[in-house]
């Protein structure tokens, strides 16, 4: 089944404790990205990447890593999380960017909490 | 700068009647648009999208949209809503540029039975 997983699904941290959502996908995508989700505000992109070794910031890289070391997976690193990064975050992926082939499949979403 | 605007926070109609979800973007070049939908607790799912072409997109679960040049906007229609349509509706724009997406706030739907 063509799906794009995120893990953990939920996490409570505390402030300073560095930690990553890991995000991967089955169906050889060469472009993911990472969202967050705010009450108000809809999804605003933080990280994409159009292929292996390739990203780029989108509207809010602040406080937030990626790497693209193999094509399915695109893990967000938070360093030293801070009470302002408690959000949804999603995990997406496409096939590629232009043409009318262009799908942009979502993962589930993570819920965190950050104290 | 890009920007999406969806202007109606929250709508509510009855089962049966028809919708109109509006849609506004800012944006120099012709851009690639998406209608997504979000059930509570879900992700988001692509409803349609618009690349170039005819103007009047169909997409899934009877949903449809118009892309209008002159006004700058894409608005999602359904001429008869179903109990399930209740969701979020997240309007989008991707720059072909610079391969970033954009997104509106959203607009939150109520079903009346």
């Known amino acids: 089944e063509a799906q794009v997983t995120q893990n953990p699904r939920y996490l409570i941290t505390v402030t300073g404790k560095k930690l990553t959502v890991t995000c991967s996908q089955n169906m050889n995508h060469e472009y993911m990205s990472w969202y967050r989700q705010d009450p108000g505000l809809g999804l605003r992109q933080i990280y994409y990447?159009?292929?292996?070794?390739?990203?780029d910031k989108g509207d809010v890289p602040e406080g937030y890593k990626v790497s693209r070391k193999e094509k399915r997976n695109f893990p967000l690193i938070l360093e030293s999380p801070s009470p302002n990064q408690t959000s949804l975050y999603f995990c997406?992926?496409?096939?590629?960017?232009?043409?009318?082939?262009?799908?942009?499949?979502f993962g589930p979403g993570t819920r965190l909490l950050v104290l | 700068a890009q920007s999406v605007t969806q202007p109606d926070i929250h709508i509510t109609v009855s089962e049966g009647a028809s919708l109109e979800l509006r849609c506004n973007y800012s944006y120099g070049a012709t851009p690639y648009l998406f209608w997504y939908v979000q059930s509570p607790g879900q992700g988001l799912q692509l409803l349609l999208k618009y690349f170039s072409g005819d103007t009047l997109v169909q997409g899934i679960k009877g949903f449809e949209a118009e892309f209008k040049r002159s006004q700058s906007s894409f608005n999602l229609r359904k001429p008869s809503v179903h109990w399930s349509d209740a969701a979020e509706y997240f309007c989008a724009v991707l720059s072909s540029g610079t391969y970033k997406y954009i997104f509106g706030t959203g607009t939150r739907l109520k079903v009346l039975a």
């Open positions: 997406a992926s496409s096939v590629r960017l232009a043409g009318s082939q262009e799908t942009q499949y």
């Open positions: 990447s159009m292929n292996v070794e390739v990203t």
